[in-house]
T-cell receptor, first 111, second 119 residues
Framework: QKEVEQNSGPLSVPEGAIASLNCTYSDRGSQSFFWYRQYSGKSPELIMFIYSNGDKEDGRFTAQLNKASQYVSLLIRDSQPSDSATYLCAVKNSGYSTLTFGKGTMLLVSP | SAVISQKPSRDICQRGTSLTIQCQVDSQVTMMFWYRQQPGQSLTLIATANQGSEATYESGFVIDKFPISRPNLTFSTLTVSNMSPEDSSIYLC????????????????FGPGTRLTVT
């Protein structure tokens, strides 16, 4: 059973701080990793993907991948109240085109 | 990116009945998937909708309960059959756009979802 683990939170950070969201996965053969943001009552929105070890930056978001440690993270700089949402980590299953999702981490950014 | 619509957006159904959910994309996609998201839970993949052939179901989901069609590259349906209150959930379709970012990287984009309540 392939697993993707996330701390359920909530992770509370003040406005302007850096939010750090973490994810570990069990499928050592996985090559593709995704972060989705889901606002309450809405469907998931893809915000970042990463395929290579290291960092990938897009605006205020940075995804970090360490395949040896089977660890992927998402950093949100200058956090805003509008970033308050649940963040889902997803991992492409090796040998398949499907994704396995973690349970998500709820982020709360206070003004 | 692709614009994805789902119909209906929500419905309240009686137990024992069936509901068909439609997923329409405004451009061709390579892959389409159906997920279920129960209240407060993460996403569970029901099946991969294959064009012109039977869907590929995940463990715990069967064709008799969740028949799926995908007649072309832009449209798919999911039917929830013989419903019970345990089927109350949000049903989401997702797609992998044709071309994507290149290299078959499998980014999935989600439709707005169908909120189903079974009484």
């Amino acid at each position: 059973q392939k697993e993707v683990e996330q701390n359920s939170g909530p992770l509370s950070v003040p406005e302007g701080a850096i939010a750090s969201l973490n994810c570990t996965y069990s499928d050592r053969g996985s090559q593709s990793f995704f972060w989705y943001r889901q606002y309450s009552g809405k469907s998931p929105e893809l915000i970042m993907f990463i395929y290579s070890n290291g960092d990938k930056e897009d605006g205020r978001f940075t995804a970090q991948l360490n395949k040896a440690s089977q660890y992927v993270s998402l950093l949100i700089r200058d956090s805003q109240p509008s970033d308050s949402a649940t963040y889902l980590c997803a991992v492409k299953n090796s040998g398949y085109s499907t994704l396995t999702f973690g349970k998500g981490t709820m982020l709360l950014v206070s003004p | 990116s692709a614009v994805i619509s789902q119909k209906p957006s929500r419905d309240i159904c009686q137990r024992g009945t069936s509901l068909t959910i439609q997923c329409q994309v405004d451009s061709q996609v390579t892959m389409m998937f159906w997920y279920r998201q129960q209240p407060g839970q993460s996403l569970t993949l029901i099946a991969t909708a294959n064009q012109g052939s039977e869907a590929t179901y995940e463990s715990g989901f069967v064709i008799d309960k969740f028949p799926i069609s995908r007649p072309n590259l832009t449209f798919s349906t999911l039917t929830v059959s013989n419903m019970s209150p345990e089927d109350s959930s949000i049903y989401l379709c997702s797609v992998v756009p044709l071309g994507g970012t290149g290299g078959g990287n499998y980014e999935q984009y989600f439709g707005p979802g169908t909120r189903l309540t079974v009484t």
